[in-house]
């Protein structure tokens, strides 16, 4: 069974930062791209950052570029977002999404919330 459970979400103010933590089990975890979307209140989902299967090549949404890294561990199974000097406008839900060939398997998502 193809499971994706997000982890790490909570309250911040802005400026702080959060790690966001994807653990994957039931498909071979390396050999897929992984992706973290977001989705706030009244808008659709976006793509926040990407990190290849070989290789490890990452991209960025232009909004969270030079702010979110993200990084993946293999032998953990584990794809991470680490995010520094959020702001209110971060705030959504985070997702975590794999994706090889026609596979397409998403987390049920953790809520992201920036706010004084």
């Known amino acids: 069974q193809v499971q994706l459970v997000e982890s790490g979400g909570g309250f911040v103010q802005p400026g702080g930062s959060l790690r966001l933590s994807c653990v994957a089990s039931?498909?071979?975890?390396?050999?897929?791209?992984l992706s973290w979307y977001r989705q706030a209140p009244g808008k659709e989902r976006e793509l926040v950052a990407s990190?290849?299967?070989?290789?490890?090549?990452?991209t960025f949404a232009d909004s969270v570029k030079g702010r979110f890294t993200i990084s993946r561990d293999n032998g953990k199974n584990t794809v991470y977002l680490r995010m520094n000097s959020l702001k209110p406008e971060d705030t959504a839900v985070y997702y975590c999404?794999?994706?090889?060939?026609?596979?397409?398997?998403w987390g049920q998502g953790t809520q992201v919330t920036v706010s004084s």
């Open positions: 039931g498909f071979t975890f390396s050999r897929y791209d």
């Open positions: 999404n794999a994706v090889r060939w026609t596979d397409n398997y």
């Open positions: 990190i290849r299967s070989y290789g490890g090549l990452t």
